[in-house]
């Protein structure tokens, strides 16, 4: 009891009470009706055709391309991670400011992918020049692993310009 006769009621048993996580976006799959769900796919989709790109050229710049393909395949996987969060509705049941995670989540992603997306199109440049081994002066890339090159050049660009799109959107909803 209590100085004044009434009784205090206990505290609350922190096992029972969760709170409320910090999120403008929908979960479920409503996420998928917004433009940052929209994007988060296509990230998920052209980044999956850079990596599948990229491999299939036989790497044939393992010291540029390899950074490319780690960055890709990374990303992959995180957007697709971050996607199911969302679409499983996890995001209501763990406590996080996700306006600001998903912001960190996109800066740091474009940020790599931009330089993967420098890398990428600094190998495909490198077309024309010719190694010297049995003085033939073969080209570094044959016009196969050219042409693969440029369409992972194109579709890291598009990749990188959505991861773009989608941290300005989760800087909106951060800092409104």
Known sequence: MSAGGASVPPPPNPAVSFPVPRVTLPAGP?????????????????GGLVWILVA????PLPLLQGWVMF????????????????????????????????????????????????????ATSL???????TMT??????????NINVAASIFAFMTTACYGCSLGLALRRWRP
């Open 56 to 59: 299939s050229s036989n790497v």
């Open 71 to 122: 960055v890709s395949v990374t990303a992959f996987f995180f957007s697709l991670l971050f996607l199911g969060l969302f679409l499983s509705g996890m995001v209501t049941q763990i406590d996080a400011n996700w306006n600001f995670l998903d912001f960190a989540y996109h800066f740091t992603v474009f940020v790599f992918y931009f330089g993967a997306f420098l890398l990428e199109a600094a």
């Open 127 to 133: 077309h024309d020049l010719h190694y010297n081994i």
């Open 137 to 146: 002066g073969q080209p570094l890339l044959n016009d196969n692993q050219y």
């Open 30 to 46: 409503d996420i998928l009706r917004t433009y940052s769900g929209a994007f988060v796919c296509l990230e998920i989709l052209f």
